[in-house]
């Protein structure tokens, strides 16, 4: 199926520390991304999204980066805590309509 | 207030046999969504509605798969003679508009036996 790529499959980082995790979509055309956190068993849970006019929105203690020019996206966790742990998802929103594509997910580790 | 609900959240089912899963979207969303996933891997999308307009099945796999919506309520995905390769965790969302956050339910999990 449709897939937006990543370059990092897992992710392991000690607590405190702050995590990156990228993303990379092929749609020019893509305006809307969003970034989802999935725990076991749960379906996925919004964290933050951005729109193609930005480069950067920041929420409570994450921040999604948007480089338009190289189609990458990132999302910054500052400080990241034992709840983090979780399979995260990056996602666009091609041409403004509703499908929604679904990147192949990083498991995020974080170490006490 | 209450999130998108899925039924069964369970489901084992016997190869050839037909199921039928069910999603409650968030009242007033009028998009809903059917993602699958598989077993340590990301979501791949089947299907979305979109008010009164035609679905886009452009995701579906094979004509095995059907999905309907009645209205901007309830919707139902059917797989028909399912197969192992069927097995998976069936998500549904709904949005409230173009260029809005998906709400997911927690999945129905599929087992083909």
């Known amino acids: 199926g449709e897939s937006v790529g990543l370059h990092l499959p897992t992710l392991s980082v000690q607590e405190g520390d702050n995590s990156i995790i990228n993303c990379a979509y092929s749609n020019s055309a893509s305006d809307y991304f969003i970034w989802y956190k999935q725990e076991s068993g749960k379906g996925p849970q919004f964290i933050i999204d951005?729109?193609?006019?930005?480069d950067k929105r920041q929420g409570q203690r994450v921040t999604v980066l948007l480089n338009k020019t190289v189609k990458h996206l990132s999302l910054q966790i500052a400080a990241t805590q034992p709840g983090d742990s979780a399979v995260y998802f990056c996602a666009e929103n091609r041409g403004g309509g509703f499908k929604t594509i679904f990147g192949a997910g990083t498991r995020l580790f974080v170490k006490a | 207030g209450a999130g998108v609900s899925q039924s069964p959240s369970n489901k084992v089912t016997e190869k050839g046999k037909d199921v039928e899963l069910r999603c409650d979207p968030i009242?007033?969303?009028?998009?809903l969504y059917w993602y699958r996933q598989r077993l340590g891997q990301g979501l791949e999308f089947l299907i979305y509605f979109q008010g009164n307009s035609a679905p886009d099945k452009s995701g579906l796999p094979s004509d095995r798969f059907s999905a309907e919506r009645t209205g901007e309520s309830v919707s139902t995905l059917t797989i028909q003679r399912t197969q192992q390769e069927d097995s998976a965790v069936y998500l549904c969302a709904s949005s409230l508009a173009q260029g809005s956050p998906l709400h997911f339910g927690n999945g129905t999990r599929l087992t083909v036996t």
């Open positions: 951005i729109r193609s006019n930005m």
């Open positions: 009242s007033g969303h009028t998009a």
